[in-house]
């Protein structure tokens, strides 16, 4: 990853089965930045960085990481949402990448955003619909 001049400022070798980057997505307290990076299979991982220390936090790797895959960090930046444009949402602690739990939905989701308080997750699914999901209940 490099600025604006041209300097490295983060750097991740892609292994040749994760050749690229499909999404990249800054947390709210600008300490981490996640990359969808897609295989030439069609699996794919999240990587998460801390981009302060500069040191790669977490690979996730997970069968649930696919194709249309997308990102999206809690206002805290304690918690990242993975599955946007798909019907299962993953809940992902940022800090270690381990996985908190999946939501299995009926419809495909196609755009999430967090509430101030980062308990709660609205999305709209292609059904038209608008939902919530507490994050916090078991």
Do not use: M
């Not at 990853?1 to 050749?19: A, Q, R, T």
């Not at 980057?21 to 999240?46: E, H, M, T, W």
């Not at 690979?59 to 997308?70: A, V």
């Not at 709660?120 to 078991?138: H, P, Q």
């Amino acid at each position: 990853i490099v600025n604006k001049n041209n300097s490295v400022i983060l750097e991740y070798f892609l292994e040749k089965d994760y050749p690229g980057v499909r999404d990249v997505l800054y947390s709210p307290d600008n300490k981490f930045l996640a990359c969808v990076c897609y295989g030439q299979s069609k699996d794919n991982i999240i990587v998460i960085w801390d981009y302060i220390a500069k040191q790669k936090v977490a690979i996730i790797s997970d069968e649930e990481i696919l194709d249309k895959n997308g990102i999206l960090f809690s206002p805290n930046s304690k918690f990242l949402i993975s599955g946007i444009n798909t019907k299962e949402l993953t809940l992902w602690e940022t800090e270690t990448g381990f996985k908190i739990k999946t939501f299995h939905l009926q419809n495909e989701v196609l755009s999430a955003t967090f509430s101030k308080n980062s308990r709660y997750l609205a999305y709209c699914n292609a059904k038209g619909e608008i939902r919530f999901l507490d994050i916090t209940s078991e």
